[in-house]
């Protein structure tokens, strides 16, 4: 509830529901609280450039406020960016005018230039400070030291938020807005972990410790994940874990991933016992910045329930130079090249990667240049009537017959599966796993097919 003529509300952040014990900053109480999202890897690096463009302070005993209301003003104390912009550490001075003021809830936010409302875009949210009163005339300072910052190449909207208490218990809107701006130019590879304490809270026995991505080289499409998970309840449970890629600055990224492992799933795990979990390899999405999410579920009687889930990490890729695009890790067999060789024929490169003899069919499926971005929420195509078979270790290029080059159809899907000989099936040998669109999937891409 702003004032007259301003936009609604932004909310606290979640971080305000679990304080930690208070401590004294000037002549007012501050309750630290726990960061939303926020990178714990101390050598983290995500190459920023802040670029203070909206306002102009000084650093001396009077900094020029920012935001002035009747019964409230707030200036800029301190705001210094150190370690090419990974870490910003801001401080900020609210001052009383004629009467008290206070309780107080003070946040800022990181969302993408011109992002409205800021809050609801926000890519970044800072820990809650509580301050209990400001005396008239009197001031009190509020921190933020060495803050770390997760964000992509862009340009980012800074803005602070005051929240004063209410007679009914409530907390509403009192001043704030755009204090700065962050200009990251240059792209950076993405290597950081992040630990508990910015996960937010769980909703089951299984709880995240920490998860990590490594990526070697800024925009590298190969990148490693890792993460280490625990049973923090009672009772032995079984877990099952999944990474997720989705577009960045997505609101649900579980919704529809461009890129998902499948579910790994962990039995018996005991109370308190942990496990982690390792993948590395290349992504196959096309050029562009992309979110990074771990999702953790636990099984309760037939059910599974979600228990935790992280912050999402942007990662940035560069060109896809395989001209493979694939929806996830492959499972034994991987497509790692493709080549067009006429129109409606490509040839793919096979790695097998078990070190066991393979027997797969091949399912096609032709894709319009509008599901370009779409293709992988869709079930695989028809099946081919060729059987393939690759030796243990074996690499071998195959031509592969694809959608004719009509109705503006551009990419082919190309799904490899199983045969029922590969699965301990009782039928024939040659009887490929996947019928109508269901059954297990050895690999799942998309290639350029048509001009």
């Not at 979640?14 to 304080?19: K, T, V, W």
């Not at 509020?142 to 938020?161: C, F, I, K, Y």
């Not at 890629?245 to 919704?255: G, K, M, T, V």
Request: with cysteine.
């Amino acid at each position: 509830m702003f004032g007259s003529g301003s936009p609604a509300a932004p909310p606290l952040p979640i971080s305000e529901l679990a304080a930690k014990p208070q401590v004294l900053l000037g002549s007012s109480p501050i309750t630290d609280l726990p960061v939303n999202v926020r990178n714990k890897l101390p050598g983290f690096a995500v190459g920023l450039v802040l670029v203070i463009s909206l306002v102009l302070f000084a650093f001396g005993n009077a900094p020029q406020p920012v935001f002035v209301e009747p019964r409230i003003s707030v200036s800029i104390a301190r705001l210094v960016v150190t370690e090419g912009g990974s870490r910003v550490d801001l401080g900020i001075r609210v001052s009383a005018r004629e009467h008290p003021i206070g309780p107080l809830k003070i946040f800022w936010t990181v969302a993408f230039a011109g992002s409205e409302p800021p809050w609801e875009a926000a890519e970044f949210t800072s820990e809650t400070r509580t301050v209990e009163l400001v005396a008239p005339a009197q001031s009190v300072e509020v921190l933020w030291p060495t803050t770390e910052l997760l964000l992509p190449r862009g340009v980012h909207d800074v803005s602070l938020w005051v929240h004063e208490r209410e007679n009914g218990g409530d907390f509403r809107h009192l001043t704030g807005g755009s204090i700065g701006r962050i200009d990251r130019a240059e792209p950076r590879p993405t290597n950081v972990r992040i630990d508990a304490p910015t996960f937010g809270p769980r909703s089951g026995p299984g709880a995240l410790q920490f998860v990590g991505v490594e990526q070697a080289a800024a925009l590298d499409q190969s990148i490693e994940l890792y993460s280490l998970v625990r049973n923090a309840g009672n009772e032995k449970i079984t877990l099952r874990f999944s990474w997720l890629i989705n577009r960045y600055r997505l609101p649900d990224p579980w919704r529809d991933p461009l890129w998902k492992t499948d579910w790994i799933e962990v039995a018996d795990v005991n109370p308190g016992a942990s496990v982690r979990f390792d993948w590395g390899g290349p992504i196959g999405l096309p050029q562009g910045t992309y979110g990074i999410s771990t999702w953790l579920q636990w099984r309760e009687g037939n059910d599974w329930i979600h228990s935790h889930s992280s912050p999402v990490i942007p990662v940035e890729i560069g060109t896809n130079s395989s001209g493979v695009e694939r929806r996830g890790p492959p499972a034994g067999i991987q497509i790692t090249q493709a080549e067009l060789l006429r129109p409606g024929t490509v040839s793919i490169f096979l790695r097998e990667t078990t070190g066991r003899p393979s027997k797969f069919a091949v399912a096609l499926q032709g894709v319009e240049e509008e599901r370009h971005r779409e293709w992988a929420t869709s079930p695989p195509g028809d099946l081919a009537t060729d059987v393939y078979e690759l030796a243990a270790d074996e690499e071998r290029w195959i031509a592969i017959l694809t959608a004719e080059c009509v109705d503006g159809v551009s990419f082919a899907r190309i799904t490899l599966v199983p045969v029922l000989s590969d699965m301990g099936g009782e039928r024939d040998g040659n009887e490929p796993a996947l019928r109508h669109g269901e059954g297990p999937v050895i690999e799942d891409v998309l290639v350029k097919s048509c001009p």
